[in-house]
């Protein structure tokens, strides 16, 4: 009979497998892209709130982007500035299912951790201030976008933007995030970002795809009256 070991280890190659085809499938279903050194300087026009000395090469940046299409008429007939605060929602209760969010919620102070609640998120419109799954606080808001301001204990810091706009008979849903630090540290050691690191890129972006093709799935789900509800965690 096969060892525990044995399957054990098909077990993880299995998961493996699995998690590696589920990132390249997403992958060819969104446009997706990235950028490493310094942040495009049309950012400038989408993060306003990026100081801007980080466009400078005192700092050393990361910045990807994901963005899909839909077909107007299959998204429900309501404004779609209402339908992007119930894809904020949505997206922002899912993401708390990943690895990710569960560490964020280890290392968050105790205040902030009822911002992971589904009753708190719920409640949000995303308003400049407004704080959601412990490090994301809103720091600029318009009807068609959202940037959360996401600092790392003083060795970087970094904006998440969602936003969309229309095309034509389509809409665009996209998603950006910018990641920077002193390209020498203090110490005149170099900082390494997590999305400089492979290992946690990939399961950014995993977790970027996926919310980025469900939610734009959900609001089309809303449309013909499919969607399931999130249930509070």
Same mark, same amino acid.
């Given at each position: 009979?096969?060892?525990? %070991?044995?399957?054990?280890?098909? %077990?993880?190659?299995?998961?493996?497998?699995?998690?590696?085809?589920?990132?390249?499938?997403?992958?060819?279903?969104?446009?997706?892209? &990235?950028?490493?050194?310094?942040?495009?300087?049309?950012?400038?026009?989408?993060?306003?709130?990026?100081? +801007?000395?980080?466009?400078?090469?005192?700092?050393?940046?990361?910045?990807?982007?994901?963005?899909?299409?839909?077909?107007?008429?299959?998204?429900?007939?309501?404004?779609?500035?209402?339908?992007? =605060?119930?894809?904020?929602?949505? &997206?922002?209760?899912?993401?708390?299912?990943?690895?990710?969010?569960?560490?964020?919620?280890?290392?968050?102070?105790?205040?902030?951790?009822? =911002?992971?609640?589904?009753?708190?998120?719920?409640?949000?419109?995303?308003?400049?201030?407004?704080?959601?799954?412990?490090?994301?606080?809103?720091?600029?808001?318009?009807?068609?976008?959202?940037?959360?301001?996401? +600092?790392?204990?003083?060795?970087?810091?970094?904006?998440?933007?969602?936003?969309?706009? +229309?095309?034509?008979?389509?809409?665009?849903?996209?998603?950006?995030?910018?990641?920077?630090?002193?390209?020498?540290?203090? &110490?005149?050691?170099?900082?390494?970002?997590?999305?400089?690191?492979?290992?946690?890129?990939?399961?950014?972006? %995993?977790?970027?795809?996926?919310?980025?093709?469900?939610?734009?799935?959900?609001?089309?789900?809303?449309?013909?009256? =499919?969607?399931?509800?999130?249930? +509070?965690?």
């Amino acid at each position: 009979m096969p060892s525990l %070991l044995g399957w054990s280890l098909a %077990l993880s190659t299995g998961v493996a497998y699995a998690i590696y085809h589920s990132h390249k499938s997403l992958g060819n279903r969104v446009q997706h892209g &990235n950028q490493k050194g310094t942040l495009p300087r049309d950012l400038r026009n989408t993060m306003t709130s990026i100081p +801007e000395a980080v466009f400078s090469d005192e700092y050393r940046a990361f910045h990807d982007r994901a963005s899909s299409r839909v077909p107007r008429h299959l998204l429900p007939a309501q404004d779609l500035s209402e339908l992007f =605060t119930l894809l904020q929602r949505r &997206n922002m209760m899912v993401f708390n299912y990943f690895p990710q969010a569960y560490l964020l919620c280890l290392m968050a102070p105790p205040e902030r951790k009822k =911002t992971f609640a589904a009753s708190h998120i719920q409640s949000l419109d995303f308003k400049e201030g407004d704080i959601v799954n412990g490090m994301y606080q809103v720091c600029e808001r318009e009807k068609d976008k959202v940037v959360y301001a996401m +600092e790392g204990g003083g060795k970087f810091s970094g904006r998440l933007s969602v936003r969309y706009w +229309e095309e034509g008979d389509e809409v665009v849903y996209c998603t950006e995030t910018a990641m920077w630090t002193k390209a020498t540290g203090d &110490n005149g050691r170099t900082v390494q970002m997590p999305l400089e690191q492979p290992a946690f890129r990939f399961l950014h972006e %995993l977790a970027a795809w996926w919310l980025l093709d469900s939610g734009t799935g959900y609001l089309k789900g809303l449309a013909r009256g =499919t969607s399931a509800d999130v249930k +509070e965690k």
